[in-house]
């Protein structure tokens, strides 16, 4: 475990370049922590790292705690260099630091094992699968001993069973290095399952920041609720405690506003085929537009008067035999609902 204290600090940053763009952006990075950059392609999530690392000089702020500091650059797309083999590729920063040939064969064999290649060592780079790849970039990255390790999309190209064990392997790295991990990515799973903090980018600037379970839960607005996936956003007028939805009354925690939005998590809905007494404040009658069946859960479209989203277990939706034309209930609590104001 590494002892160097340090952390990592972006002051109104803000940069264009090419169809890119990143304005005010202001983050602090904590020693040892874990953080991710969430937000769609073309956010400008890459334009941040590239920063970060030196490779292009901000517009205008300033970027503190990067002075002397090693940093490894993980690409999405690898960037090996095909006309070196997998020693050479991991061994490169290395030999462009001029260390010995005898701790250069150590380190490499170290790195290559632990990252469960060393079996490819003298492998040309253009015959391995993305998954081994991915590898080779992490043992080129950590070869060198980074204090920061910055990641652009590092599983964006690779199957779910390799891109979990990717995730995996970020997680024991982390744990074992206490480095600085900046982490970029689109998927929100991703993030959900890496990150001890998160911020939202998108359009080139940072709408949110804060813990997994804050922003998850808690999502400052509409459009960051939507990207988040919840599935299940309306607007409307609150009195009263009561928004109005296209003749819809939906109790909500939140007293008056001339327009707000709602949202609710698609798996915070109850479905049932009667009404059943609860506290849940809202029930709902409606019928079944659509039932879309995945891996582990079955989506269910039902019409209440507007169309709720609602997930349950591929189990319970067969043994409810759910079908197209269903009368069936939907209930929620007030509590499960997040308002927004309409801006």
Request: charged share 25%; glycine share 6%; proline share 3%.
């Amino acid at each position: 475990m590494r002892l160097k204290k340090m952390s990592l600090r972006l002051e109104n940053i803000s940069k264009y370049f090419a169809e890119f763009r990143v304005t005010d952006i202001d983050l602090e990075i904590h020693n040892g922590e874990y953080f991710v950059i969430l937000g769609p392609s073309g956010a400008g999530k890459t334009l941040i790292l590239e920063m970060i690392a030196g490779l292009l000089t901000p517009d205008s702020g300033k970027i503190y705690g990067i002075e002397g500091q090693k940093t490894g650059f993980i690409y999405q797309d690898y960037m090996l260099f095909p006309h070196l083999n997998v020693f050479d590729n991991i061994a490169y920063g290395l030999k462009i630091r001029r260390t010995d040939r005898e701790a250069i064969n150590r380190r490499v064999e170290a790195a290559a094992a632990k990252l469960e290649i060393d079996h490819l060592l003298n492998r040309d780079v253009l015959n391995l699968s993305g998954g081994e790849k991915q590898r080779v970039a992490i043992a080129r990255a950590m070869i060198i001993s980074p204090d920061i390790y910055l990641f652009d999309e590092p599983t964006a190209a690779l199957d779910r069973n390799a891109r979990v064990k990717t995730q995996q392997l970020f997680v024991q790295l982390h744990k074992e290095t206490g480095a600085i991990f900046v982490h970029v990515t689109h998927d929100f799973e991703e993030a959900l399952s890496l990150a001890d903090r998160i911020a939202i980018l998108r359009e080139g600037k940072i709408l949110q920041c804060g813990s997994p379970d804050d922003v998850f839960n808690n999502p400052k607005t509409k459009e960051i609720a939507g990207f988040l996936g919840y599935r299940n956003v309306f607007g409307g007028v609150i009195d009263n405690n009561i928004i109005f939805i296209d003749g819809i009354k939906i109790m909500v925690p939140k007293e008056t506003s001339v327009f707000a939005y709602i949202a609710i998590k698609s798996d915070d809905i109850i479905i049932s085929r009667k009404k059943f007494q609860s506290s849940a404040r809202n029930s709902f009658e409606g019928t079944v537009t659509n039932v879309l069946k995945k891996a582990s859960v079955a989506e269910v479209i039902l019409d209440i008067g507007i169309p709720l989203t609602i997930d349950i277990t591929r189990k319970s939706c067969e043994e409810m035999a759910i079908k197209t034309g269903n009368k069936l209930w939907a209930t929620f609590k007030v509590s499960s609902l997040k308002v927004f104001e309409h801006k």
